[in-house]
């Protein structure tokens, strides 16, 4: 059974490779590529996936993981410019899939369990562009 | 394992009908959707891929390179037309949501390894008819 809890935030970033020339990273990712950045209405999904407790009846705590997006991710990319304050997107290119992969890698040990595992992380970015991660 | 999924938007006429059944036979299978001169709706069709994240770009799939493809290949043909008339592939197979799906899928699966040849790999096709109908078709690897 898999249960999902739903945030969002608000964040900038600029897509670039510091490897390229601005004309170049304009190439590779358009207007993401813009030099002073542009932001999004993110919303973050995640699954978790288990067993109901037997006593709770609950897979995990909504308000537990509720409060663990938060503090783990909320907290510190909300109303942020990615590629500025919140490592490690200073060396790591914000893109929508990085970005799923450093959420996953920030909430992953807060679910060794066999009993409650994480199972996806989906990250919308826009209405029509979202992406989902499963873990490695 | 990563998945991306992008958005288009299209709309669209056409009319649910098969030669296979009489015409009293359509009208009742099909309701109205057989009424003869068709009808349309707004659709969302969702393109699903899966692949690795590419260490230089940090991408699964170049959005822009995708575009271009379901853009021309699709949503350019189908926007505004009339599916039963402008797209040859209705001719003999009746225009619900799931044989869009199958449309869709043979039209991006016939140029995918030309657009993309180091991946990633076309996953899922999903077709929002209206707000209360959705279809979704795994792709077959």
Not at chain 1, 69 to 98: A, G, K, Y
Not at chain 1, 103 to 108: D, K
Request: charged share 20%; hydrophobic share 40%; with cysteine.
């Amino acid at each position: 059974m898999q249960i999902t809890r739903r945030v969002d935030f608000c964040a900038s970033h600029i897509l670039s490779s510091p490897s390229l020339s601005p004309e170049e990273n304009l190439a590779r990712y358009g207007p993401e590529a813009n030099p002073h950045g542009h932001g999004h209405n993110y919303t973050l999904e995640v699954t978790v996936e288990g067993t109901p407790d037997p006593v709770t009846g609950m897979i995990v705590d909504l308000k537990v993981l509720k409060d663990l997006m938060t503090s783990e991710v909320v907290d510190s990319f909300d109303h942020r410019f990615l590629n500025h304050e919140v490592p490690p997107f200073d060396t790591v290119i914000p893109t929508p899939e990085n970005m799923a992969i450093e959420i996953w890698r920030r909430l992953a040990p807060h679910f060794p369990g066999p009993v409650a595992r994480l199972h996806c992380v989906r990250l919308q970015e826009t209405d029509d562009y979202f992406v989902e991660y499963f873990g490695s | 394992m990563m998945r991306v999924t992008r958005c288009y938007h299209f709309p669209a006429n056409h009319r649910l009908h098969t030669p296979l059944l009489s015409d009293a036979e359509n009208a009742e299978l099909f309701g109205k959707c057989n009424y003869p001169f068709g009808h349309g709706h707004n659709y969302t069709v969702e393109i699903a891929v899966e692949g690795p994240v590419r260490a230089e770009t940090g991408q699964v799939v170049d959005p822009g390179a995708l575009d271009r493809l379901v853009q021309s290949d699709v949503v350019a043909p189908m926007a505004h037309a009339n599916l039963n008339c402008k797209i040859p592939e209705f001719g003999d197979l009746v225009a619900t949501t799931e044989n869009l799906a199958v449309v869709i899928e043979q039209r991006l699966r016939a140029r995918w390894d030309e657009v993309f040849p180091e991946g990633p790999a076309l996953c899922r096709i999903g077709i929002r008819e209206t707000l209360n109908n959705y279809i979704s078709k795994a792709v077959a690897r």
